[in-house]
Protein backbone atom coordinates (compact mmCIF):
# COMPACT_ATOMS: atom_id res chain seq x y z
CA UNK A 1 0.00 0.00 0.00
CA UNK A 2 1.08 3.41 -0.08
CA UNK A 3 3.31 4.87 2.81
CA UNK A 4 5.02 8.48 3.35
CA UNK A 5 7.11 9.02 5.93
CA UNK A 6 7.93 12.27 6.96
CA UNK A 7 11.26 13.37 9.29
CA UNK A 8 13.41 16.21 9.74
CA UNK A 9 11.21 18.69 11.75
CA UNK A 10 12.23 20.19 15.00
CA UNK A 11 12.42 23.18 16.54
CA UNK A 12 14.52 26.17 15.07
CA UNK A 13 15.36 29.61 15.69
CA UNK A 14 14.04 32.43 13.38
CA UNK A 15 16.63 33.06 10.52
CA UNK A 16 17.70 29.07 10.55
CA UNK A 17 17.11 26.28 8.29
CA UNK A 18 15.35 22.69 8.39
CA UNK A 19 15.43 20.29 5.62
CA UNK A 20 11.79 17.52 5.17
CA UNK A 21 12.31 14.14 3.94
CA UNK A 22 9.57 12.53 2.77
CA UNK A 23 10.52 8.51 1.87
CA UNK A 24 7.75 6.94 -0.08
CA UNK A 25 6.94 3.83 -1.05
CA UNK A 26 3.94 1.42 -2.62
CA UNK A 27 3.17 3.29 -5.73
CA UNK A 28 5.88 4.53 -9.02
CA UNK A 29 7.32 6.97 -7.86
CA UNK A 30 8.54 8.62 -10.58
CA UNK A 31 5.27 9.29 -12.31
CA UNK A 32 3.54 11.42 -9.87
CA UNK A 33 3.58 14.17 -8.46
CA UNK A 34 4.41 15.28 -4.91
CA UNK A 35 3.56 17.90 -3.05
CA UNK A 36 4.04 19.42 0.64
CA UNK A 37 1.20 20.94 2.79
CA UNK A 38 1.52 22.70 6.49
CA UNK A 39 -1.19 23.10 8.93
CA UNK A 40 -0.56 25.35 12.09
CA UNK A 41 -3.22 25.35 14.79
CA UNK A 42 -6.46 26.75 14.34
CA UNK A 43 -5.67 26.93 10.66
CA UNK A 44 -6.47 24.92 7.51
CA UNK A 45 -4.41 23.07 5.56
CA UNK A 46 -2.40 24.96 2.98
CA UNK A 47 -0.07 23.91 -0.12
CA UNK A 48 3.42 25.04 0.90
CA UNK A 49 5.14 23.56 -2.89
CA UNK A 50 4.60 21.19 -5.51
CA UNK A 51 6.83 19.11 -7.64
CA UNK A 52 6.08 17.18 -10.83
CA UNK A 53 7.33 13.66 -11.71
CA UNK A 54 10.48 15.35 -13.93
CA UNK A 55 10.86 18.00 -11.40
CA UNK A 56 9.78 20.93 -12.77
CA UNK A 57 7.65 23.23 -12.91
CA UNK A 58 7.57 23.65 -9.37
CA UNK A 59 5.31 26.06 -7.51
CA UNK A 60 5.49 27.53 -4.24
CA UNK A 61 3.17 29.18 -2.34
CA UNK A 62 3.75 33.33 -2.00
CA UNK A 63 4.26 32.88 1.52
CA UNK A 64 7.59 30.54 1.32
CA UNK A 65 8.96 31.63 -2.26
CA UNK A 66 12.19 32.35 -2.23
CA UNK A 67 12.90 30.73 1.60
CA UNK A 68 11.70 26.90 0.39
CA UNK A 69 12.89 24.98 -2.27
CA UNK A 70 11.20 21.27 -3.34
CA UNK A 71 13.01 18.90 -5.18
CA UNK A 72 12.86 14.95 -5.49
CA UNK A 73 15.30 12.01 -6.04
CA UNK A 74 13.55 9.70 -8.10
CA UNK A 75 16.45 6.78 -7.15
CA UNK A 76 15.56 7.59 -4.14
CA UNK A 77 11.83 7.24 -4.46
CA UNK A 78 12.22 10.60 -1.64
CA UNK A 79 10.90 14.45 -1.23
CA UNK A 80 12.63 17.03 -0.03
CA UNK A 81 11.93 20.63 1.11
CA UNK A 82 14.51 22.46 2.25
CA UNK A 83 13.25 25.67 3.90
CA UNK A 84 15.69 28.56 4.73
CA UNK A 85 15.21 32.01 7.11
CA UNK A 86 12.96 30.15 8.54
CA UNK A 87 10.11 32.34 10.45
CA UNK A 88 7.62 31.97 13.24
CA UNK A 89 5.11 31.77 11.22
CA UNK A 90 6.31 28.95 9.37
CA UNK A 91 5.47 27.37 12.47
CA UNK A 92 3.34 24.31 11.85
CA UNK A 93 2.82 20.02 10.99
CA UNK A 94 4.18 19.87 7.52
CA UNK A 95 2.43 16.96 5.30
CA UNK A 96 3.75 15.42 2.04
CA UNK A 97 1.05 14.29 -0.39
CA UNK A 98 1.32 12.27 -3.43
CA UNK A 99 -1.23 11.97 -5.95
CA UNK A 100 -1.48 8.45 -7.20
CA UNK A 101 -4.12 7.47 -10.02
CA UNK A 102 -6.19 10.23 -9.37
CA UNK A 103 -6.47 9.61 -5.47
CA UNK A 104 -4.25 11.50 -2.88
CA UNK A 105 -2.58 9.99 -0.13
CA UNK A 106 -0.73 11.74 2.92
CA UNK A 107 2.08 10.52 5.24
CA UNK A 108 1.48 11.20 9.26
CA UNK A 109 3.40 15.01 9.22
CA UNK A 110 6.52 16.36 10.92
CA UNK A 111 6.20 19.69 13.39
CA UNK A 112 8.22 22.32 12.82
CA UNK A 113 8.30 24.81 15.29
CA UNK A 114 10.51 28.17 15.00
CA UNK A 115 10.93 29.73 18.00
CA UNK A 116 13.30 32.11 19.85
Known amino acids: QVQLVESGGGQVQPGGSLRLSCAAS????????LSWYRQAPGKERELVAT????????NYADAVKGRFSISRDNAKNTVYLQMNSLKPEDTAVYYC?????????WGQGTQVTVSS
Open 97 to 105: KARVLFNNY
Open 26 to 33: GFTFSTSA
Open 51 to 58: ITPTGGPI
